[in-house]
Nanobody, 120 residues
Framework: QVQLVESGGGLVQPGGSLRVSCAAS????????MGWYRQPPGKQRELVAR???????NYADFVKGRFTISRDNAKNAVYLQMNSLKPEDTAVYYC??????????????WGQGTQVTVSS
C-alpha cells in the first residue's frame, strides 16, 4: 500500500513564491521518477516538471527559469519551488510518482492535488 500526501498550496500575489511538497509512504523499494502536473480551471492536466532518481530534470517551457523541481530520496519526497508566479499559474497541482513496490513492480501514483491561486 502506497500513499502520497501533498502540502503547500495556497493563495499568493503575482510575482510571489510558493513551494509545494509531496511525500510518499508505504512499501516502497525505489522511486525511479517523480513529477508535478497541473490542471488549470477548465483545461486539461499538463506536465510541469519531472525529475529522475539520478537528478535529471525536464520542465515545461512555460515554467523554465521560474520553477525548480527537487527531490529528497531519504524522505521519498518531491518538491516544486515556484517563483515569479503569474495569474496563469493558477491551477490544482498534482504530484506523480513511478514507485517500485513489493514484487519489483513499478506503478504510477497520483497525489490528491493542492490548489495554487495567484491573484492580487
Amino acid at each position: 500500500q502506497v500513499q502520497l500526501v501533498e502540502s503547500g498550496g495556497g493563495l499568493v500575489q503575482p510575482g510571489g513564491s510558493l513551494r509545494v511538497s509531496c511525500a510518499a509512504s508505504g512499501s516502497i523499494f525505489a522511486i525511479p521518477a517523480m513529477g508535478w502536473y497541473r490542471q488549470p480551471p477548465g483545461k486539461q492536466r499538463e506536465l510541469v516538471a519531472r525529475i529522475t532518481s539520478g537528478g535529471s530534470t525536464n520542465y515545461a517551457d512555460f515554467v523554465k527559469g521560474r520553477f525548480t523541481i527537487s527531490r529528497d530520496n531519504a524522505k521519498n519526497a518531491v518538491y516544486l519551488q515556484m517563483n515569479s508566479l503569474k495569474p496563469e499559474d493558477t491551477a490544482v497541482y498534482y504530484c506523480n510518482l513511478d514507485i517500485m513496490t513489493v514484487g519489483w513492480v513499478t506503478r504510477n501514483y497520483w497525489g490528491q492535488g493542492t490548489q495554487v491561486t495567484v491573484s492580487s
